[in-house]
């Protein structure tokens, strides 16, 4: 046997072990796994076809615009092997507990709970080492034996691409809204963000829409914007695949430090433009949702 026919062979078996399947999913929907029971009223999955393009800061973001207009939300961190949730609010020494009902999530405010593999990593820069396999495993607990209590919004923060971690979570939860693809403006990664809409298609998954991040360097000096990547390409896409344009967010210092500082970038006072873009974009998308 070759090392990729064993390699495939182990997947298999493992996969078996827990449930799954390696055959595409329309094929077997008989043998479908039963959706984890919380109790939620909209899951949003936020994607990317490329890392680093922002798609965590969106995910924060979205959280706590949500949770800012009063809305019971859960944000779950699915990207194990760079799970940044946790710095991004600022909550990263802190560990979940585990009570009668459950894992406890970590409690940013009353109404804003978070989960990540980082919350439960020895140190921040451990790796996570895992077979597809093992991660279904753990999206399955994280689904279903974290004490969510009633959410009204659980935004899930995907890996970049159309990995395991999708398919298991497009599986296992329920009343799946849809999804939001986040973008830089350049070709290269407008590519893969197609990519990611096609995928989330292929899954019968509606697509909310797409965001162009890094849209145009806002220029600290004077104010006015230099188009770093490109602008446009997220829009031209929306266009050209028929998914509802979100809006584009410049590329700002300030929007990086507010994520290394953990505080929402949202949660700035300050009247900007970013500040009034990101706003717009977190209305555009859940208008999208609540329509
Ligand atoms: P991804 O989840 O796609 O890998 P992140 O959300 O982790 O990307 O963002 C990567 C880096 O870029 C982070 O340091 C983040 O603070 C920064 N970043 C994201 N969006 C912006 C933006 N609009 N302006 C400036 N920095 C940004």
């Keep these: 046997m070759s090392m990729q026919d064993q390699a495939q062979a182990e997947i298999e078996a493992e996969m078996k072990a827990v449930g799954s399947t ?50 019971r939300v859960g944000l779950l961190d699915l990207d194990f092997h760079g799970p940044s949730i946790p710095k991004m609010l600022g909550i990263e020494s802190r560990v979940p507990t585990v009570s009668a009902d459950g894992i406890e999530p970590v409690r940013v405010t009353g109404n804003l709970a978070a989960m990540s593999i980082g919350f439960l990593l020895s140190s921040p820069d451990a790796p996570v080492i895992w077979r597809g396999p093992v991660k279904m495993g753990v999206i399955r607990q994280f689904l279903a034996e974290v004490n969510w209590g009633t959410l009204d919004y659980l935004v899930v923060d995907l890996p970049p691409g159309t990995g395991d971690e999708a398919l298991t979570i497009a599986q296992l939860a329920p009343n799946l809204r849809g999804a939001v693809i986040v973008t830089t403006p350049q070709d290269v990664a407008v590519l893969d963000a197609v990519k990611a809409v096609k995928f989330i298609q292929q899954l019968d998954i509606p697509v909310l829409g797409i965001i162009e991040n890094m849209s145009g360097l806002v220029c ?8 770093m990547f490109g602008r446009g390409g997220g829009r031209k896409a929306a266009g050209d695949h028929g998914v509802p344009y979100l809006g584009a ?19 700035q006072q300050a009247d900007s433009p970013t500040w009034r873009a990101v706003d717009g974009v977190m209305e555009n998308l859940v208008a999208e949702v609540e329509s």
Excluded: F
């Design 249 to 267: 967010i410049p590329l700002d210092p300030e929007m990086m430090r507010s994520g290394d500082q953990g505080r929402p970038y949202i949660l």
């Design 22 to 71: 390696t055959q595409p999913l329309q094929q077997n929907q008989s043998t479908l796994p039963p959706k984890a029971e919380i109790d939620v009223q909209h899951v949003i999955l936020v994607l990317s076809g490329k890392g680093g393009v922002g798609k965590s800061t969106v995910a924060v973001n979205l959280a706590t615009a949500l949770a800012n207009h009063g809305r």
């Design 220 to 227: 600290p000096q004077c104010g006015g914007t230099v188009d």
